[in-house]
């Protein structure tokens, strides 16, 4: 009985840890070792920091990596601003089959693939767009108007793409607000602010993390939204590191970009997590 | 557990059929959008027993893939014949051609010899010609043709936010030459070359305002040109022979400091594991009347010998409307790339990118 649970326990762990050195541990050693790399000659390789002191040393570098950090934050505070009433409407303003069909309509735009997406918004917003002719049939511009190939478009393509994320943990954490808690905050004299300041803001404090966790994830290691709604003008680490492995050969500083981006993101959600005093454990429970 | 035995099936039937994905039948076949049309595959599997797996791909994705794996994972490959010396010495990516087992009658000899000749390393010959085109401008004649000549005009303010071209070294190469410099010249000559790009630089971040986009793939440049947001660009002249079946104002032109020529190759990756096969798919595809259907899906002509007799009369005049006789005299083909000149180029490509 007791060693049958003990190889249960280790049939379960089984599947954890090869994921977890398959996929994730041994890569990245990998990656770090081709990352210390430096070719010196055809064929020839040194094992040196070379390749983080060329990201240290060219400002491009430094400021492409920068932007596309700030650009990610900008990102989630955006979609956040968004989902949050949204959120609230669908937990706690609508009720019944309503607020299930509103759920659902978060939902369908990922029924299609990402790049499906980003298309549809290149149709709505290139010269010869839908948005574009609208505004000239009722005479709000005479002429046709871009508003692709800018940050503004990178910007509208992020935060459309992350808004589920963000809008289902939310969801979640509101929905187990109880409702007298909020009645409560009325009846000792708060008001609509007060209200949401107090209670509901501190009470969805989880949800808000971790949906800002993963909205900040997925547009910092977003590759197609900016490379295709920013025209010439998209400059994002992510395609920084497919240059270097695919177009150049230079593997050696790809690998060496792939760290610091692995580097960065973990240093801005640990600040993340310190400023709003929340705990890993908390915000994933 | 007859749960388990029919997973067990299921997996073993999977495993099977990743194996047979990979016997010496089935050609692995790593090549670009067009070089191997549906028609064709289809005769090549009827007469030689093969099935053929083609992947699509271009120069770049072709070599990271080879270098990935080694040289494994494909059978035949066909990156351009410039880019055969440098990843060969460094990567070690192919293996040599049996010219015995070619049929070189096939070929028009002047073109299989300068390929053979520019993918010989340490006496090996790596690769045999197979498509070749050039890339030039595609521009609507009726909006452009009085400012564009050459690649330098694509900064004329006339046509300010209506041209694109790619963010890619045939740019750099195509900037060079129309602002009087030979880059191929400087292949060899890293620091020459270097300074050659940094004036290219400061020419293209100095254009940087007059470009809609820079386009990536050819379906977008298509997309941008036709809806007519884009008048002139930097293209592949097969690009703008399709354009002009739907509107005879668009077309390609061979700018004036020349068209730069390009050779697609077929080449053997070093893991291949069906080389009878893949001999057997060159000699197949390079016969006359095969090569001409290749033409007829990709829009660029063969290197087999007499295709030109099966080529479409309307294809045949695009081309000569495009490349009268003294354009063709002009046309710079590439010359190998020598190892370690795409950090050179990458870095300009970046700053290009990256500047205001």
């Known amino acids: 009985m007791h060693s049958g649970a003990r190889i249960g326990f280790f ?39 070379a390749n983080y002191l060329t990201f240290f040393t060219e400002p491009l570098y430094i400021r492409t990596f920068v932007r596309t950090a700030v650009m990610s934050v900008l990102a989630t505070i955006i979609t956040l601003l968004i989902a949050f009433p949204v959120s609230l409407y669908i937990a706690k303003i609508v009720r019944g089959r309503l607020q299930q069909v509103l759920f659902v309509l978060c939902l369908i735009p990922f029924y299609v693939s990402e790049l499906v997406r980003t298309f549809g918004w290149m149709i709505l917003l290139r010269e010869t767009g839908l948005v574009s002719n609208l505004l000239q049939w009722t005479g709000l511009a005479d002429q046709p ?141 | 557990m007859k749960k388990q035995t029919v997973m067990l099936t299921a997996v073993s039937l999977a495993v099977a059929g990743f194996v047979s994905a990979a016997n010496a039948e089935t050609l692995r076949l790593l090549t670009w959008g067009g070089y191997a049309p549906e028609d064709v595959i289809e005769l090549f599997e009827a007469e030689t027993g093969y099935t053929v797996e083609v992947t699509k791909s271009n120069n770049e994705e072709m070599i990271a893939k080879l270098r990935a794996t080694g040289g494994g994972g494909f059978d035949l490959a066909q990156p351009s014949q410039d880019r055969i010396t440098g990843p060969q010495l460094e990567f070690g990516i192919y293996k040599p051609i049996d010219m015995s087992k070619i049929d070189k009658g096939q070929f028009i000899q002047s073109m299989l010899e300068a390929t053979m000749g520019n993918t010989t390393v340490e006496g090996e010959v790596y690769g045999v010609p197979h498509v070749w085109g050039t890339s030039g401008l595609v521009m609507n004649t009726a909006m452009a043709a009085d400012t564009v000549k050459d690649y330098t005009d694509l900064c004329d303010p006339a046509v300010a936010g209506k041209v694109s071209y790619r963010l890619k070294r045939p740019t750099l190469i195509g900037f060079a030459f129309a602002m009087g410099m030979d880059p191929f010249a400087a292949y060899g000559d890293a620091d020459a070359y270097s300074e050659m790009m940094s004036k290219v630089e400061a020419k293209l971040i100095d254009c940087k305002a007059n470009v809609k986009t820079y386009w990536g793939g050819g379906d977008e440049l298509m997309g941008l040109v036709r809806s007519g947001e884009v008048v002139a660009s930097m293209a592949w002249d097969t690009g703008g022979w399709k354009l002009n079946a739907d ?106 990118k990256a500047a205001q």
């Open chain 2, 247 to 352: 509107n005879p104002d668009i077309t390609f032109v061979a700018p004036a400091s020349g068209a730069l020529g390009w050779i697609d190759t077929f080449v053997l990756p070093a893991k291949g594991q069906a080389d009878d096969a893949a001999y057997a798919w060159i000699n197949f595809v390079m016969r006359p009347e095969i090569a001409a259907r290749i033409t007829a899906a990709a829009g660029n002509f063969t290197a087999s010998q007499g295709a030109d007799a099966f080529a479409e009369d309307a294809l045949k005049a695009r081309y000569q409307a495009s490349f009268p006789p003294e354009a063709v005299d002009n046309i710079k083909w590439y010359p190998p790339v020598p190892a370690g000149l795409e950090a050179i180029e990458g870095g300009v490509l970046d700053r290009v």
């Open chain 1, 11 to 49: 049939l379960l762990l089984t599947p954890l840890v090869l994921w977890l050195a398959l996929l994730i541990v041994i890569p990245h050693i990998d990656m770090f070792l081709v990352s210390m790399r430096e070719r010196v000659g055809v064929r020839q390789y040194e094992t040196s920091f």
């Open chain 1, 145 to 285: 108007v871009e508003m692709l190939y800018n940050d503004a478009a990178i910007m509208i393509g992020l935060v459309y793409t992350s808004m589920l994320f963000m809008v289902v943990p939310l969801v979640t954490t509101l929905e187990s607000l109880d409702d007298s808690v909020i009645e409560a905050g009325y009846d000792l004299g708060g008001n609509g602010f007060s209200v949401l300041r107090e209670i509901i803001i501190p009470h969805a404090a989880p949800g808000i993390v971790s949906g800002s966790i993963v909205v900040f994830m997925l547009s910092l290691g977003n590759y197609l939204t900016p490379t295709m709604l920013g025209g010439k003008d998209s400059l994002w680490f992510t395609e920084m590191i497919y240059n270097q492995f695919i177009v150049r050969f230079n593997w050696e500083l790809g690998a060496a970009f792939g760290f610091m981006l692995l580097i960065l993101s973990s240093v801005i959600v640990w600040s993340m997590l310190k400023l709003t005093r929340q705990s890993l454990e908390e915000t994933m429970a």
